[in-house]
T-cell receptor, first 114, second 115 residues
Framework: DTEVTQTPKHLVMGMTNKKSLKCEQH?????MYWYKQKAKKPPELMFV???????INESVPSRFSPECPNSSLLNLHLHALQPEDSALYLC?????????????FGPGTRLTVL | AQSVTQLDSQVPVFEEAPVELRCNYS??????LFWYVQYPNQGLQLLLK??????LVKGINGFEAEFNKSQTSFHLRKPSVHISDTAEYFC?????????????FGTGTKLQVIP
């Protein structure tokens, strides 16, 4: 299994909703990442987990809450989002967090906040 | 800090013609270099990477890139493009050393292959 899966593919939510994005990999990778990608822009790093511990938070607002329940799963809990949070959310994983490790990306969840 | 410049936001090219997508970077430390492709409504896929060794790197789908340290460039080339190569291409760099190092992406180049 050499892929990263993400669910759901599409999500529409209101500003008062609570929802979660899920990411899963079974490649034995110990580093996992959340990126946010706005239209026609490159991905922006949000969070990095290394060995199930949060190692990097790129000053992301608290309405985004990551969780890594085990080495294969990564969640992103969403609450009280704003319309400007609408974007493609990409999950990625790598064997470890070192720079030479290739990051494998999932297909993304396209989020629309109304 | 690092920066990546992809001067061409869009590159139209006829099918079976060659293409070069340009990437220049700036960094005060040694970096690893990457090219990613993103097809519509999909995530990113690694095309190729330069870590060390030969400066000519071959990747998937017939793409190759050449690392030029003196010109701080890492241009992507393909001798003959197909319709299926239509996608967004991102050049990226990552510092070699020190704990976790963030990937810095360029702004992307949209390759449009014309039949």
């Amino acid at each position: 299994d050499t892929e990263v899966t993400q669910t759901p593919k599409h999500l529409v939510m209101g500003m008062t909703n609570k929802k979660s994005l899920k990411c899963e990999q079974h490649m034995g990778h110990r580093a996992m990442y959340w990126y946010k990608q706005k239209a026609k822009k490159p991905p922006e790093l949000m969070f990095v987990y290394s060995y199930e511990k949060l190692s990097i938070n790129e000053s992301v607002p608290s309405r985004f809450s990551p969780e890594c329940p085990n080495s294969s799963l990564l969640n992103l809990h969403l609450h009280a989002l704003q319309p400007e949070d609408s974007a493609l959310y990409l999950c990625a994983s790598s064997l470890a967090s070192g720079a030479y490790n290739e990051q494998f990306f999932g297909p993304g969840t396209r989020l629309t906040v109304l | 800090a690092q920066s990546v410049t992809q001067l061409d936001s869009q590159v139209p090219v006829f099918e079976e013609a060659p293409v070069e997508l340009r990437c220049n970077y700036s960094s005060s430390v040694s970096v690893y270099l990457f090219w990613y492709v993103q097809y519509p409504n999909q995530g990113l896929q690694l095309l190729l990477k330069y870590l060390s060794g030969s400066t000519l790197v071959k990747g998937i789908n017939g793409f190759e890139a050449e690392f030029n340290k003196s010109q701080t460039s890492f241009h992507l080339r393909k001798p003959s493009v197909h319709i299926s190569d239509t996608a967004e291409y991102f050049c990226a760099v990552r510092p070699e050393s020190g704990g976790y190092q963030k990937v810095t992406f360029g702004t992307g180049t949209k390759l449009q292959v014309i039949p």
